[in-house]
């Protein structure tokens, strides 16, 4: 699969005019000459979400079906959505991804990723709570399984593993 990088805005949303580049309090940014505004790049919010079963001693993993990372396991999760409030976004893509639903979701860590494709990506990495039911993937996964944690695979994302740790001491 063909990767394409994130490329910086060229025109002006507003007027369509073409941008350049201006120093603000010494940060290079994206300026509309026209508009005489600034155009701010800035980090993209992601969730992770880390379930474990009944027993505490399998985790929910996904295959990833797109870039990055694909093909390979890793928590369920995704970009959140413009309009949708943090811990509803987290349910949205558990349920996308594994078809299961949770009777909480807990923030319990903020990781920043620097994604070649992205650019920078904060993660929300949420714990959810009494997840059961066997996974069914859909939406942006290939499979879905729980794992035992003396078992798990390489995971994607070296913040993932992280999460995973940090959720077992909650
Ligand atoms: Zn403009």
């Keep these: 699969m063909m990767v394409k990088k994130k490329q910086p805005k060229i025109y002006c949303c507003y007027c369509s005019e073409k941008l350049t580049y201006h120093m603000e309090e010494g940060v290079k940014r994206l300026y509309c000459s026209d508009c005489r505004m600034y155009h701010y790049e800035n980090p993209l919010p992601a969730y992770a979400v880390v379930a474990f079963d009944e027993s505490g001693e399998r985790v ?72 059961s039911g066997e996974p069914k993937a859909a939406g942006d996964a290939r499979d879905a399984k729980w794992y035992p944690l003396d078992e798990m695979p390489l995971l994607a994302f070296e913040s993932h593993r992280a999460l995973i740790e940090k959720a077992r001491e909650v």
């Design 60 to 131: 929910l993993l996904i295959k990833r079906g797109v870039e990055p990372g694909a093909g390979m396991w890793a928590l369920p999760g995704g970009f959140m959505e413009v309009d949708e409030g943090l811990a509803a976004g987290a349910a949205r893509e558990l349920q996308e991804e594994t078809g299961l639903e949770a009777q909480s979701f807990q923030l319990i860590e903020l990781h920043s990723h620097m994604s070649d494709i992205y650019g920078q990506v904060i993660i929300l990495g949420y714990l959810a709570e009494g997840v």
